[in-house]
């Protein structure tokens, strides 16, 4: 029992404690994403115990607060306790106020405890996109044992989720972040070439999947962020990368729609499903059309609460209310909620709270060096994508992919970046 403590003792003396416990909270995320929901809940616990174990805690505090990437969901969550003055839905803010401790939690953990090394980082990518890959290599084998069935669903405008129950909409999200972090994984020349190889295969798989599915908001995403990443390349006059990315942005679609079933049923039923609500039809099983009358309701709520809005807990009483005014002949069980996080936030926040989650979302591409960090825009461009289809962050699994990777990718870097300027300086 001594002998075990004097080793505990030295590994906290050396930081090496901080640092596992820091490893450990991301293997536990990364899990906790992909199967197991309690793990999720876990992993912030376990990044407090790294920043309680960080021996040199008190120099990490000077750093901390100049970290403006941890200032950013600070201001975010404290809005909620603001908006305590004037909201209704008591039940539900307390509630909002406890799910979203993540927004504080995360940011500190990488924030205060010891960095976690060049390849353990590289570990948890590699983790992320091989596990990703793995989780998404078996939801295709269950589309090929129901594939009548599976065609049928796609035809009306359904999706399959993967194995471990993630929601369609999230997983294809995070099959087109495995699919750019694995291919930036690959190009990590340090790295051993069969974990390389093993980063770009997955994301192959990843991209794969994401056409075979036939997921709409993945692809969407996928192609969003494939040409901003052309555009990046064309404006560092690499114009051989970038006009073949162009190339492929108009080829990849094409030839996916031409040979890929699911894929031509996705854009019939889509285009069906937009007519609905043009021709003012029934639209009670019509996801694309129910999406843009939430959308016309969120407007309207927002008119009516410019400023602070409705209040951030009372948003689905807000959106009720207008539906009663106008329900676009939508039963109560399809009055769908906003599916656009931008809205969301307005409706919830007004214009306060929608500038608030700007800043968080695009306030640190203005800081220097984090507009060169490939991982950090493509986080941020695919996730500001995404979020023009779905209030990602009202449900736990995107909120904590977004807050991990905020904290993994952005805080990271931000404190590298100052340690390394400190150093410089001094």
């Known amino acids: 029992m001594n002998r075990q403590l004097l080793r505990i003792s030295r590994l906290y003396g050396r930081g090496q404690l901080s640092q596992y416990l820091l490893l450990l909270a991301c293997v536990a995320g990364v899990a906790g994403l992909l199967a197991s929901r309690a793990l999720v809940a876990i992993s912030p616990l376990v990044g407090i115990a790294a920043v309680l174990a960080n021996p040199g805690l008190r120099q990490a505090w000077r750093c901390y607060w100049r970290l403006r990437t941890?200032?950013?969901?600070?201001?975010?969550?404290?809005?909620?306790?603001?908006?305590?003055?004037?909201?209704?839905?008591?039940?539900?803010?307390?509630?909002?106020?406890?799910?979203?401790?993540?927004?504080?939690?995360?940011?500190?953990?990488?924030?205060?405890?010891?960095?976690?090394?060049?390849?353990?980082?590289?570990?948890?990518?590699?983790?992320?996109?091989?596990?990703?890959?793995?989780?998404?290599?078996?939801?295709?084998?269950?589309?090929?044992?129901?594939?009548?069935?599976?065609?049928?669903?796609?035809?009306?405008?359904?999706?399959?989720?993967?194995?471990t129950g993630i929601f369609h909409i999230h997983f294809s999200v995070m099959l087109a972040l495995a699919a750019f972090f694995g291919w930036l994984l690959?190009?990590?020349?340090?790295?051993?070439?069969?974990?390389?190889?093993?980063?770009?295969?997955?994301?192959?798989?990843?991209?794969?999947?994401?056409?075979?599915?036939?997921?709409?908001?993945g692809l969407f995403v996928f192609y969003a962020t494939l040409l901003l990443r052309a555009g990046v390349l064309v404006a560092r006059r690499r114009w051989l990368l970038g006009a073949g990315l162009l190339v492929l942005l108009v080829l990849g679609p094409i030839v996916a729609y031409h040979t890929l079933l699911p894929v031509r049923n996705r854009v019939a039923a889509s285009l069906y499903d937009l007519e609905q609500f043009t021709l003012r039809h029934d639209i009670n099983d019509y996801s694309l059309s129910k999406r843009l009358a939430a959308w016309h309701t969120a407007l309207?709520?927002?008119?009516?609460?410019?400023?602070?809005?409705?209040?951030?807990?009372?948003?689905?009483?807000?959106?009720?209310?207008?539906?009663?005014?106008?329900?676009?002949?939508l039963r109560p069980v399809n009055q769908v909620m906003v599916h656009n996080q931008y809205l969301h936030q307005l409706v919830g926040g007004g214009i306060v709270g929608l500038a608030l989650w700007l800043l968080m979302l695009f306030g640190p591409?203005?800081?220097?060096?984090?507009?060169?960090?490939?991982?950090?825009?493509?986080?941020?461009?695919?996730?500001?994508?995404?979020?023009?289809?779905?209030?990602?962050?009202?449900?736990?699994?995107?909120?904590?992919?977004?807050?991990?990777?905020?904290?993994?990718?952005?805080?990271?870097?931000?404190?590298?970046?100052?340690?390394?300027?400190?150093?410089?300086?001094?």
Do not use: K
């Open 70 to 163: 941890v200032w950013f969901p600070a201001l975010l969550y404290l809005f909620w306790w603001v908006s305590a003055l004037y909201t209704s839905d008591w039940p539900v803010w307390r509630h909002e106020v406890y799910r979203q401790l993540p927004l504080l939690a995360l940011p500190l953990a990488f924030g205060l405890s010891v960095p976690l090394s060049g390849r353990q980082r590289y570990g948890v990518g590699v983790l992320f996109t091989v596990s990703t890959a793995l989780v998404a290599l078996g939801t295709l084998g269950q589309y090929f044992r129901q594939y009548a069935h599976a065609n049928e669903l796609f035809a009306l405008g359904q999706n399959l989720p993967s194995i």
């Open 186 to 217: 690959g190009q990590q020349t340090q790295a051993a070439s069969w974990q390389r190889w093993l980063a770009v295969g997955s994301a192959a798989v990843c991209v794969l999947v994401l056409h075979m599915l036939a997921y709409r908001t």
């Open 300 to 329: 309207a709520v927002s008119r009516q609460h410019p400023w602070v809005g409705a209040a951030p807990a009372d948003v689905r009483q807000a959106m009720q209310a207008q539906y009663a005014r106008q329900s676009f002949g």
């Open 365 to 426: 591409m203005v800081q220097p060096g984090q507009w060169q960090n490939a991982y950090v825009y493509h986080f941020l461009t695919l996730h500001a994508v995404a979020m023009l289809t779905d209030s990602l962050l009202e449900l736990q699994i995107s909120f904590n992919l977004f807050i991990f990777c905020y904290g993994f990718l952005l805080v990271a870097a931000e404190r590298r970046l100052l340690t390394a300027s400190a150093a410089d300086s001094a």
